[in-house]
């Protein structure tokens, strides 16, 4: 299981490779849109790596949910299989 | 008002012969062939009958980022290198944004992001598919991101006509600047369609040489020993650029863009009409419309892809357009070294007859051991052809599956 630090790094590098932003940026209290800049189907695509990285599933549903950078390592660390 | 004239600013391209248009003409003159073998993993899995073509020079990743790679099909790739290059050469002209335009022309289109992305839907599931999967494949997607790149907002425009396509561009880039639509136009064709898929399909048709012995020596068109294309791939865009907008901002000319003239076989899916009416008129049409007699026209860039019958097809056409001025008419046939672009083609052998006109040399083309007694043309062969001093214009041809015949005029300047 991973912890809070290594679930927010993981994500920093999956949005690294996905928007090239430098993983430092990716913070616990940034919001994707409005800080990160990421739009929906770059989320779509981040969602799925970060489903495959930590073996959660996270529901469509739940994403629109997921506001900031916090909220997804949250949602991850309490949904680890 | 006078009428608008259109120019040519500006030269770029991703090519089998080099990562850069400069690159690409050395390779030319130094009469290089592009063929590369293919990856062996996709030789063994398929056998396939073909083991080369000529893929493209560069990694672009030289030039893009890894999330502009991620983020778009190798077409668009290619067409976003080529036109970036383009621009700059043409001196990154300020354009008001509403009257900067594209059009870019694909033969196939993100062949390879629909067959991974099917790849992934049939493999790994629904959730896999790469949510980009749809604005990747579509074969606007390089005239799209081109327009976003260069934040053109006078019109995106994908023409599609095969092999035909990259030269068809450059006629709507004409166009939009004659009919006052836009100053400046980023226009050429792309292709990147080296997945396993399409030369499969190709090879059925019997379209592709299998001359795996000499994969340098496979492209020869108008020799007695052809078989068939060499697939190729790459980007070729050129700035056209009203005549008057040009002078204005102190821009290098390299030469006018002086007409297009096409047509459409109606004959056969993808045989050529063999006696090459289409073809011709395709090629008087744009004579006449650029206002030239034929006596004018020094030098043609042929299609000649080196397959048995299209060669001859297009022979027969030069000499039904032109008769015997056509004796006055040296032939390039540059598919000998570069391959054949499909798409990206015209829009290739396009700028290679701009820089024939500008550096008044007309290319030879390599592996013609035994010209086809049924060529009856000046085929430029050894020794590159110095063209004449003064006035002198160029004929390209491009055809494609589906009858599509155009030919481009470029005149000195």
């Known amino acids: 299981m991973a912890d809070q630090q290594e679930i927010l790094s993981g994500l920093a590098e999956i949005v690294n490779e996905e928007t090239g932003l430098d993983p430092a940026e990716v913070q616990m209290d940034k919001s994707f849109t409005d800080d990160l800049d990421i739009d929906s189907l770059s989320m779509m695509t981040i969602v799925v790596n970060a489903e495959e990285k930590f073996g959660v599933r996270i529901p469509d549903d739940e994403v629109k949910n997921l506001t900031t950078v916090g909220d997804a390592v949250t949602f991850i660390q309490s949904n680890q299989g | 008002m006078s009428e608008r004239r259109v120019v040519v600013t500006g ?54 980022t890894k999330v502009q790679v991620r983020r778009m099909d190798p077409s668009a790739q290619y067409a976003v290198i080529a036109s970036q290059a383009a621009m700059e050469d043409a001196g990154s002209p300020e354009v008001d944004p509403e009257r900067l335009g594209v059009a870019i022309g694909t033969g196939i289109g993100g062949v390879w992001t629909l067959l991974d992305q ?33 934040g053109a907002r006078a019109g995106a425009h994908t023409t599609v006509s095969a092999c035909a396509s990259g030269a068809e561009s450059m006629g709507t880039a004409y166009d939009m600047i004659r009919d006052g639509r836009a100053d400046v136009v980023v226009a050429g064709g792309t292709e990147a369609a080296t997945h396993p898929i399409c030369f499969a399909g190709f090879a059925q048709m019997q379209a592709l040489s299998t001359r795996n012995d000499d994969p340098a020596g496979a492209s020869r068109p108008y020799d007695t020993g052809r078989d068939g294309f060499v697939m190729g791939e790459g980007a070729a865009v050129m700035v056209l650029e009203e005549y008057e907008h040009a002078k204005a901002r102190g821009a290098r000319i390299y030469a006018e863009f002086a007409s297009i003239g096409m047509s459409a076989d109606a004959h056969h899916i993808t045989a050529p009409e063999p006696e090459g009416a289409g073809a011709s008129r395709a090629m008087r049409a744009a004579v006449e419309r650029a206002g030239l007699t034929d006596s ?30 056509a004796d006055a008419m040296p032939v390039s046939a540059t598919k000998s070294m570069t391959g054949h672009l499909l798409g990206a083609a015209g829009a290739l052998e396009g700028l290679l007859t701009v820089l024939a006109v500008h550096h008044r040399t007309a290319p030879a083309a390599i592996n013609i051991e035994d010209l086809d007694p049924q060529i009856d043309l000046d085929v430029i062969r050894g020794e590159h052809r110095t063209l004449p001093d003064g006035d002198i214009a160029a004929l390209n041809n491009s055809f494609g599956f589906g009858g599509h015949n155009v030919a481009l005029v470029v005149k000195s300047i």
């Open chain 2, 118 to 150: 099917w790849d992934n839907l049939r493999e790994k599931g629904v959730r896999r598919v790469f949510p980009l999967a749809v604005p990747m494949l579509m074969p606007n997607t390089s005239s799209g991101n081109v327009s976003l790149l260069l």
């Open chain 2, 11 to 64: 030269l770029g391209a991703t090519t089998p012969l080099g990562g850069t248009i400069a690159e690409t003409w050395e390779g030319i003159l130094a009469g290089r062939s592009g063929a590369k073998p293919l990856p062996q993993e996709m030789l063994d899995r398929y056998e396939m009958p073909v083991h080369f073509a000529c893929t493209i020079a560069q990694d672009p990743l030289e030039v893009l």
């Open chain 2, 296 to 325: 004018d026209i020094v030098h043609i860039n042929a299609h000649a892809t080196s397959t048995p019958v299209g060669d001859v097809a297009e022979a027969n056409a030069i000499r039904r357009a032109f008769g015997s001025a």
